[in-house]
C-alpha cells in the first residue's frame, strides 16, 4: 500500500537513521542501547517517550524514588509514571496488598466485588461533590472516564455542548481528542479530525504568560488575567450573539463545563487564584454542571486532597485516575448522585473496568493519602523543593518563574526575564544533561520551556538534594553553552 505521509507529517516524521543516531548518541550503556535498538525495531515511532526525551532509559527496576536501567545506573524519578506512582514505585505496603488479593480475586468482568464497593463508597465520601450526595461509575484509563463523565453529562441535561481551555489535555481518544485543546496535539492525528463537535474553547488564566497579554503596569497581573477571562465567559454565556444561549428565552446549549484545574500536561501549571471559584460562579448562574479532571491533581498531590479544595469549591463531576489504582490502571467518575441516577442499566460497560487488583490496591493510596499528616507531609516536602528551586532561580537566569502547590512543580526556562521569551532549545539541553547525570522529568509546555516536576508524594530529601545539584551543575553547562540570560 501507498504510504500517504503528506509534507506536514514529514516534519515530525523519524527515520530509521534518525533513531539509530539517537540510539548512538544516548548517555545510556551497552544494555540499554541494545534494548533500545530491539524495542524500535518492532515498537511504533509515535511513542511518548521519544517526544519527551531523545531516548527514554530503558527502566529495568524501581524503589520509592529511585528509577534503575538496565545498565545498572540510578536516576532519580521526577515523573513518577506520570503521577501513578504517588506512593513511590514498589512500595511495601502496596505490593503486599497486591500479593494479598492476587490470591483472592483478580478481576472479574464489570461486576461488583467487596474492593469496589468499598472504593467507591470512599469516593463518594472524600470528593468534594456539590450537595454532599455522590456516586461513581468506574473505568481503567483516564480519557474511558472522561469520556464516561461527559456522555453522563450531557444525558443528563439534554444539552449537547461542554466548554473546556485551551491547553487542556483530557485524553487522546476519539471521544477524548476534542477536549484536548492543547498545543499542536491534533496535527499528530491528521487527517483525523477531533470528532466531537459539541466542544468549544476558553482561554486559561496562565498569568505567567497570559493569553490576555501583559497587565496594565501597576496591576496584580493574575487578578488582571482572571477578570479578562471572566469578562470572555460572561461574553461567551449570555451575549446576545452567542451562539450557545438564547438570552431573551433564557434557553443555553451548554451542558458542563469540563476542565483541569491545574494545567499539567500544558507544563504543570497553577492558574490565576479564584480560577475555580469563578467557574463554579458562572456554572451556578448558567444552571451547567462544572466537571474537573483531577486525573493529574487529585490524590494528594497539591498537598490536599483534590486541586479544588484549595478555594473550597464543590464540583458536579469529579474525574480521577493515574495515582488512584496504586500504579494498576484504575479509573473513576465522581458526580452528584441524580447524574448518575439518570442512566439505565447497561448505560456503560467496560470488561477490564474496576479490576479487582487495582481497587486494592487503590483502597491501600486512600487510606494513606487521606490521612491529614501524610497531606501535611506532601505541603512540606514540596516547600522544601521549591525553596532549593527558588534558591537556584538566584543563581541561575534560564530559571523565569517558578510555580508549585504540594509536589507539583512547574519550572519555566526563559531568554530575559523582563520579557519572558522563553528557552526551548536550552530547556531540551538542560534536561539532556540531567538525564545523563541521572534525574529524569518530563519537559513540556506552551512554549517547550517548562520542566514538570512530578516525584512520588514520598520523595525523601536526600533525593531532593540530589536533584537540586544536578540542576545547578546542568543550568551551569547550559550558561556556559548558551551563554547567561538576563
Ligand atoms: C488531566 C488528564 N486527563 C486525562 C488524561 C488521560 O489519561 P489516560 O492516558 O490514562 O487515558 C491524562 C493523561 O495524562 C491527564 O493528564
Known sequence: MRDHHTDQQNRTRLTRDAIAK???????????????????????????????????????????DILIDVDGKEYVDLLAGFSVSALGQCSEEITAVIREQAGKLVHYFDLPHPERIEMAERL?????????????AFGVTGADAVELAVRAARYWSGRPIVLTAFGDYHGVTYGTMALTG????????????????????FPF?????????RAP????????????LEDYLSYFLESKESPYREVKSGITSVAAFVVE???????????????????RRLADKYDILLMVDEIQTGLGRTGRLWAV????????????????????????????????????PGAHVSTQAGNALACAAGNRVLDVISDPAFLAGVAERGAYFAAGLEELQRRHPLIGH???QGIYIGLELVRDRASRQPAPEEASFVLEECVRRGVLFEKGGYFHNRFQLIPPLTIRTSSVDRVLAIFDEAFSAAEKRFGASS
Open 22 to 64: 539517537r540510539i548512538a548518541d544516548s548517555p545510556y550503556g551497552n544494555n540499554g542501547k541494545r534494548w533500545a535498538a530491539r524495542w524500535l525495531d518492532v515498537e511504533s515511532y509515535g511513542q511518548v517517550g521519544l517526544a519527551l526525551f531523545n531516548l527514554p532509559p530503558i527502566v529495568e527496576r524501581a524503589h520509592g
Open 124 to 136: 463518594a465520601r472524600i470528593c468534594p461533590i456539590k450537595g454532599g450526595q455522590a456516586r461513581v
Open 182 to 201: 492543547k498545543g499542536g496535539m491534533w496535527p499528530y492525528f491528521y487527517p483525523v479530525l477531533p470528532l466531537d463537535t459539541g466542544v468549544s474553547y
Open 205 to 213: 488564566p496562565y498569568p505567567y504568560q497570559s493569553p490576555f497579554g
Open 217 to 228: 503596569e501597576g496591576e496584580d497581573e493574575a487578578a488582571w488575567c482572571l477578570s479578562r
Open 261 to 279: 484545574p491545574y494545567q499539567s500536561s500544558a507544563g504543570y501549571i497553577l492558574p490565576s487564584p479564584g480560577y475555580m471559584k469563578l467557574l
Open 309 to 344: 479544595d484549595w478555594e473550597d469549591v464543590e464540583v458536579d463531576v469529579l474525574i480521577t485516575s493515574k495515582a488512584l489504582g496504586g500504579g494498576l490502571p484504575l479509573s473513576a467518575v465522581v458526580t452528584r448522585s441524580e447524574v448518575l441516577e439518570s442512566w439505565g
Open 402 to 404: 517558578i510555580n508549585s
